[in-house]
């Protein structure tokens, strides 16, 4: 782990772990916006699977149609 003399240090100059949370909270913070809501992140993929999946569905059905008839 990388050293940081910016965090605050405990009482025997051990760095203190509270700082590095406090680091941490204040990045995500940051960065809050602009996150996106689980169902916004899977529709589009889970939207593709299934026109896929209808797809090769019509293509059997018309390959199996046009070898039996």
Do not use: K, Y
């Not at 602009?34 to 090769?56: E, K, Y």
């Amino acid at each position: 782990m990388a050293h940081n003399p910016q965090a605050p240090q405990g009482p025997e100059g051990q760095p203190d772990p509270a700082g590095n949370t406090q680091m941490f909270r204040a990045f995500v913070d940051e960065a809050g916006p602009q996150r996106q809501t689980p169902a916004q992140t899977s529709s589009g993929p889970r939207v593709g699977l299934i026109v896929g999946v209808v797809a090769v569905i019509v293509v059997l059905a018309a390959a199996g149609w046009l070898a039996f008839s």
